[in-house]
């Protein structure tokens, strides 16, 4: 590089860091501007869009915690990240690109977000603040019959595999969705993506849009309740996962913030309640998680 | 035999004392026998009343039990658990999902049991999900009471059946089994203690002892725990199953639990049950308490004390023998036999005015003559106000019936009226003294004097008015109910527990008819048909819509199914709505959708201003541009680029008027590559024909120029290749006689040289004469024939050189390849050209005889489509001449080429004298591929080419007129102002 690009390239860089700066905040700044934005797409019982969901009450606790207003952001699922760091974020496989710059309009991500390593690339997770699962749906006509679990996982999955084989199944890119994660192109699965929101998913398969579905357990839970006798769960396609609250790497003090404060609310049990509230079955599914000391 | 005087003195003594004694111990015997019959009838009537009060509680009871077991019934088809069974069946395991089917069932149960509440206390205790073996799949509370009942009859039990079962423990459960699919799954069961309802519903009303056994009878119930019951005594006693009253002395039934209080004495009990749970009630009560009988005793203690009295002064009086102290002692018995009466009397008012319900009593000549409180208080008047008064006045009823009504007994002695001498349950109402109305129920006795005839009746009445609202209120909405079921827009179906029609109303009659005649299908058929998809559907989900076929006909109706328990012999109500037009309308609709969506054309569907609100994926993917990049904007051909070529006033003219507009578009895609369309603009209207939208459909006939380009271009490389052989053949002509004459001119050129060369030696050469020389060579060369034929020679050369550059002129601008932009043109030397270079073709069959207007004027033109399209009619003319077998130049054919000049344009006219066009096929021959000739000699897109080139490109016209056997004349209009009607060139 000679001494003209590199000139050009320190321009460059400034600029960015200038302009990355312009929104990107940590504590101090949220604390100084008196609201903190919490970025989020409904989804089943974290975000219901209608100003409810256990993340939208944990998020407001944790604002009046900070002594700061709340403020609801709403993205979708393609720009969540985006919307957080800055970046426009492209997954490939495990790793990411970053494809150029976009306008930083959230302090934190809470929404039942997966922790998967591309995102990990990017963001920073609190501790784990929600069990997870990703498992294969498919309609109640549906010749596929449920597994009969074995008692180990990993045999669980490889069961629910097997079903897949020339089978249509759908899921979301950007997601913990994402077929891809979970490498049915072995199996010979047949991936469709879907256009629409996760929510509707379930309604997505009961039209007979694919075969089978991803939903991850939260979802499932709720589809159940809503469409009971109209789905079945056949298995997992996934171990155990968990899900947090993502942070830019730049807000290591928020980050922190809310780390004291979650330990804070699930040692007094006000975390418990909430979860009761919205996905009052988890414990049933999870007891491990929830019996766990932070 | 003669009685002594002595005796005679006593008989007449005695007889007066014997008198007074038997008179005394006769009326002292009526007086007691009129009370105790009093006191009888009045403990009767108060069993009978005790009775009737228990009996009407365990109404109560068993109304509560009732709903209680609508409540298991409910819950036994709930969607919570009836989905929970339905997961399972799909096999979905606790582990993935069935576990929070589960937890929905359990959360029904917590609300159950939090919202079913009588008074204060909770109805039930705890609620169990049981399955089909009885093991326990899910309880509430967690750790609650679970007991599995084995039910005998467990596999017989059907939908909608409850079993209620007392235990001895003091509680009932309630167990309901869940069907799916018609296949026994599990049972719902509910416990309750009696305590928690039963002490509720009996408030303050009963003051003995209830009992509560179940069938066999074993105790379930006791409301006072002091004393032990021992209820095997009275299985004789309630074999028959019968509501009744009944004594048992205390020890035979009760057992005190505290030997130092034992009791002992009659008990009364009051008996009843509900057969179809199987529980047996007693209402234990002191009979002493029921009867007291101690006033009976007291009364005829005071008689006897009476009676004593009498018979002591008798005796007195005796003594005295005086007819003043008999008489007197008379008197005395008479007040004191007038006292007892009047007390008796006051005893009966004290009992008439302390009776809560109206009493009131009636001469024989139809007047009150006495009326309790109650009676006053309910009709609003004094006493004094009613007393005498005609009974009739005091009713509603008309006053003849009410006459013919207490006065019931007519003129027959009281003995011949059935034993009780009563009217029951007689309905007549009161008119209280403001005029309102009061429905009651009589029950009216006859009383008698002491004579025994009838002086008239009392008439105890309960108001029931309450109850006569309630009835006539049910009995309206009854009514209500069933005009309802008439006007509700949508057939109604009540449906027995066998699944069979209890009830209809008319719309589904017609909807029945309707379709037993279109499926031609008996009515029953149908029916039972319907029933039984019915039947199936509300298996599974209580609204649906449900298809029958028939004869390749469908129906489709829509039902929604609420399941009814309250109404006895009625399971199920269902609507069903015929909605096979709106699903055959909907149908047709998602297909003209799915037909939008997937056609390859683009449509594009704006509101009358212009902006776009619907674009089809075709549009999108043969624009290039995101759907959001066109929804409300709009669409490139209602643009200003567009306004540029000045079709959009005419476009929106024509759409306006409500005109179809054609035309086509060329514009650019999103990545900048050119693309043809043809566009059909088409007005929508409303239902009151107003214009409310513009629908476009634009096919993209961007390849399809293209080729039509390419195959214009073949055409005219085909036409040249053709002419090309003619062409060579006239160039040939002149270049072979040009080549004879520039041989000739050679070897002319040649002698000359020798003469010119002898000419010169000769004038060297001193001594020859040049006469000889001259003459001689004059002689070889034949000078004469040179300066003859040389001139002829190069004339006739020049004259070939112009013909070749003629042809070749000709052809070069024939073939010349042209602009896309129109050009004045001088259309009498192109059709020139054109004849020129095919002068081959029709030489050997035809003459062309040209009729050129030497004035007409420039012509806006792309000149080498208009040769192509002239050409191609030459052509055309030519091989009809030959078909008549013309040969020229004997018997040539004739082609007339014409042009003129017309106000608006010019005109060119193009006649043969072929064989002419078979009117049969007359209105083809502009079509794309039409052709009467042989395979190889045309390719059916000569004259479609003509009339695109025409018509399209040239917005002119052209028109024919044809004679089969005399020939075919071809008329081209064009205009001499280039206007643009939405196309670019």
Not at chain 2, 445 to 474: C, F, P
Not at chain 2, 551 to 568: A, C, D, M, P, W
Not at chain 2, 671 to 695: K, Q, W
Request: hydrophobic share 40%.
């Amino acid at each position: 590089m000679n001494s003209r690009g590199f000139v050009l390239f320190i321009s460059f860089l400034v600029t960015l860091l200038i302009t990355g700066s312009v929104t990107a905040r940590d504590l101090t700044d949220i604390k100084k501007d008196g609201v903190l934005r919490h970025l989020g797409v409904p989804y089943a019982g974290f975000v219901t869009g209608d100003g409810r969901g256990l993340d939208v009450e944990v998020m407001q606790l944790f604002a009046r915690e900070l002594g700061v207003k709340y403020q609801y952001v709403q993205t979708g699922w393609k720009d969540v990240i985006n919307d957080l760091v800055g970046k426009q974020v492209v997954p490939d496989g495990s790793k990411v690109k970053i494809n150029g710059e976009v306008e930083v309009r959230g302090d934190l991500i809470a929404n039942g977000l997966t922790i998967i390593p591309w995102r990990q690339q990017v963001l920073d997770y609190s501790r784990p603040t929600f069990p997870t699962q990703v498992w294969l749906i498919t309609n109640s006509q549906s010749p596929l019959r449920p597994i009969s679990p074995s008692g180990t996982i990993e045999k669980d999955i490889t069961a629910v595999k097997a079903m897949l084989n020339n089978r249509t199944v759908l899921g979301k890119s950007n997601t913990c969705l994402d077929p891809t994660l979970y490498a049915l192109s072995e199996v010979n699965a047949i991936t469709k993506y879907f256009d629409g929101s996760l929510n509707e998913l379930a309604p997505a398969l009961m039209q007979g849009t694919a075969d089978t579905t991803l939903l991850d357990v939260p979802d499932s839970l709720v589809a159940l309740a809503k469409w009971p006798g109209q789905i079945k769960v056949l298995g997992p396609v996934s171990p155990q996962q968990e899900m947090g609250v993502g942070f830019r790497k730049d807000s290591p003090e928020l980050r922190l913030a809310f780390g004291a404060f979650f330990t804070k609310i699930w040692e007094n049990g006000t975390y418990f309640k909430m979860v009761e509230k919205y996905y009052p079955d988890v414990f049933d599914y999870y007891p491990d998680f929830f019996q766990n000391q932070l | 035999m003669e009685k002594s005087p002595q005796k005679k003195g006593l008989l007449r003594g005695i007889s007066p004392l014997v008198y007074a004694h038997l008179f005394t111990g006769a009326l002292i015997c009526i007086l007691l026998a009129t009370n105790y019959h009093t006191q009888h009838r009045y403990q009767q009537t108060n069993l009978q009343q005790l009775q009737n009060n228990f009996e009407n509680w365990v109404i109560g009871v068993d109304y509560f039990l009732s709903e209680r077991e609508a409540d298991f019934r409910d819950l036994a088809v709930s969607k919570p658990i009836t989905s929970f069974f339905a997961n399972r069946a799909l096999g979905m395991t606790m582990t993935y999902g069935l576990q929070a089917s589960l937890n929905n069932v359990t959360r029904l149960f917590s609300q159950l049991q939090n919202s079913s509440r009588i008074g204060d206390n909770p109805i039930y205790n705890s609620f169990n999900l049981l399955d089909k073996d009885g093991s326990v799949l899910t309880r509430q509370p967690a750790f609650g009471f679970a007991q599995w009942l084995p039910i005998p009859e467990a596999d017989e039990m059907k939908e909608g059946q409850v079993i209620i079962h007392s235990h001895t423990s003091g509680a009932v459960s309630f167990t309901a089994p869940i069907f799916l699919h018609s296949g026994l799954q599990g049972f719902v069961q509910g416990w309750a203690d009696y305590n928690s309802f039963i002490s509720y519903l009996t408030g303050n009303k009963i003051s003995g002892m209830l009992l509560i056994a179940d069938q066999d009878p074993n105790l379930v119930f006791q409301s006072r725990s002091d004393e032990e019951v021992i209820l095997e005594p009275l299985r004789p006693l309630i074999a028959d199953g019968v509501s009744k009253t009944f004594e048992l002395p205390r020890s035979s039934l009760l057992v005190s639990r505290d030997k130092n209080t034992s009791k002992t004495g009659e008990l009364t009990l009051f008996y009843t049950q509900i057969p179809e749970y199987d529980i047996q009630f007693f209402l234990v009560e002191d009979s002493s308490a029921v009867f007291k009988r101690q006033s009976l005793f007291l009364f005829m203690g005071v008689l006897a004390a009476l009676s004593l009295g009498v018979f002591l002064v008798s005796t007195s009086i005796y003594r005295a023998g005086t007819k003043n102290l008999l008489l007197r002692n008379s008197l005395t018995e008479a007040e004191k036999r007038e006292k007892a009466v009047g007390k008796k009397r006051k005893e009966l008012d004290a009992i008439i005015r302390n009776f809560l319900d109206t009493l009131i009593v009636v001469d024989n000549q139809l007047r009150v003559i006495r009326v309790n409180q109650a009676t006053c208080k309910l009709l609003g008047y004094e006493e004094k106000e009613l007393l005498h008064r005609p009974i009739a006045t005091l009713f509603e009823d008309p006053s003849d019936m009410i006459d013919s009504i207490f006065s019931f007994y007519g003129e027959k002695d009281a003995d011949v009226f059935n034993a009780r001498g009563e009217l029951r349950n007689v309905e007549l109402s009161y008119r209280s003294k403001n005029g309102l109305c009061l429905p009651m129920s009589f029950n009216i006795s006859i009383i008698q004097d002491d004579l025994g005839n009838i002086s008239g009746v009392v008439a105890g009445a309960k108001e029931i008015s309450t109850l006569k609202s309630a009835m006539d209120k049910l009995a309206g909405q009854k009514t209500y109910i069933e005009n309802l079921f008439d006007v509700v827009p949508e057939g109604l179906l009540a449906i027995s527990p066998s699944f069979t029609i209890v009830k209809h109303n008319r719309i589904f009659t017609e909807i029945l008819r309707e379709w037993t005649a279109s499926f031609g299908v008996s009515e029953k058929s149908l029916t039972d048909e319907l029933l039984t998809s019915l039947k199936q559907a509300l298996d599974l989900t209580n609204q649906s819509v449900l298809s029958l076929n028939h004869n390749n006909k469908r129906g489709y109706f829509q039902y929604h199914g609420v399941t009814i328990s309250s109404l006895e012999g009625i399971n199920h109500v269902v609507s069903i709505r015929d909605i096979t037009r709106k699903r055959m309308a909907e149908e047709a609709r998602i297909l003209l959708a799915t037909v939008i969506e997937q056609t390859a054309d683009a449509v594009i569907i704006t509101d009358t201003g212009g902006i776009t609100l619907y674009v089809n994926p075709a549009a999108v993917n043969n624009s290039g541009y995101r759907e959001e990049e066109l929804v409300g904007y709009l669409p490139s051909f209602f643009t200003e680029a567009f306004d540029e070529l000045k079709q959009c006033k005419k476009l929106w003219k024509t759409i306006s008027n409500g005109e179809v507009w054609y035309g086509r578009f060329s514009n650019r895609k999103k990545c900048g590559t050119l693309m043809e369309e043809d566009v059909t603009i088409s007005p929508v209207r409303d239902n009151e024909d107003a214009i409310t939208h513009y629908v476009a459909i634009k096919h993209d006939v961007t390849e399809m120029a293209l080729l039509q380009r390419q195959l214009l271009q073949a055409n005219k490389l085909e036409a040249i290749g053709q002419l090309a052989a003619g062409v060579a053949h006239e160039i040939n002509t002149p270049m072979q006689y040009i080549q004879n004459n520039v041989t000739f001119f050679d070897q002319a050129f040649g002698e000359l040289k020798q003469l010119l060369t002898d000419y010169q030696l000769l004038l060297e050469k001193p001594g020859i004469t040049a006469d000889d020389s001259c003459r001689l060579n004059l002689e070889e060369i034949d000078l004469e024939f040179l300066l003859t034929e040389i001139p002829q020679s190069i004339e006739e050369s020049l004259g070939g050189i112009d013909r070749v550059v003629k042809i070749v002129s000709a052809m070069k601008e024939f073939s010349h390849p042209g602009s896309n932009e129109k050009i004045a043109t001088d259309l009498n030397r192109a059709l020139n050209n054109t004849i020129t270079v095919s002068r081959n073709e029709w030489k050997y069959v035809a003459e062309i005889i040209t009729d050129f207007d030497q004035d007409l004027p420039l012509v806006p033109c792309l000149p080498n489509q208009f040769n192509q399209a002239t050409l191609n009619l030459i052509i055309n003319g030519v091989h009809a001449i030959a078909e008549t077998g013309a040969l020229a130049p004997e018997n040539p054919g004739r082609i007339t080429i014409a042009t003129r000049n017309r106000n608006d344009g010019v005109e060119i006219r193009i006649s043969d004298s072929g064989i002419g066009i078979p009117e049969d096929i007359q209105d083809r021959i502009f079509d794309p591929f039409f052709t009467t000739k042989e395979v190889g000699r045309g390719t059916g897109q000569g004259l479609a080419i003509v009339h695109d080139i025409i018509t399209r490109k040239h917005r002119g016209s052209i028109d024919f007129s044809s004679t089969p056997g005399k020939g075919t004349k071809f008329i081209i209009r064009l205009p001499l102002s280039d206007h643009h009607q939405g196309t670019t060139v």
